[in-house]
């Protein structure tokens, strides 16, 4: 192995191995984020998300009058995405891309492989969804 293409390799076992959000830095804008939640059913819910931190740990719950408040849990904050876990009657694994128009949505898929829903977050200082 070449010695100058041990620190890349360093560099990139660091980046694999360190969990993704706030372990790195990573935060959003605390507060409370506008956005809705559409199941396979096809039902759009509005919802609120409270965003808040807690020992450079994000926090997120989301607040339905359906559901009341749920707290989302595995959090990981990356520059473009976020990502979580959340259990609003079965085990949903969420990924969400930073859109052009600055907000997040994608799907969360079940734990037992049924059909994803979607969800979207839009920031507090964002306008459209």
């Known amino acids: 192995m070449h010695t100058k ?6 560099t990139l076992l660091a980046c694999c191995l360190l ?9 959003l804008q605390t507060g409370e984020w506008t956005g809705y939640i559409v199941p396979p059913n096809g039902e759009k819910t509005d919802v609120i998300f409270d965003v808040s931190t807690e020992s450079d740990s994000t ?3 989301v607040i339905s009058q ?5 707290p989302l849990s595995n959090i990981g904050v990356a520059d473009d995405r976020i990502s979580f876990e959340w259990e609003p009657g079965q085990l949903l ?6 859109t052009e128009e600055g907000f997040y949505k994608g ?7 049924g059909d994803p829903g979607m969800i979207v977050m839009n920031q507090p200082e964002a306008d459209e969804m």
């Open 5 to 10: 293409s041990l620190p890349a390799i360093l």
């Open 19 to 27: 969990p993704n959000g706030d372990a790195v830095g990573q935060q």
């Open 59 to 61: 926090r997120i719950s």
């Open 66 to 70: 359906e559901a009341g408040t749920l």
């Open 93 to 98: 694994m969420c990924d969400l891309k930073l």
């Open 107 to 113: 799907d969360c898929l079940p734990e037992d492989g």
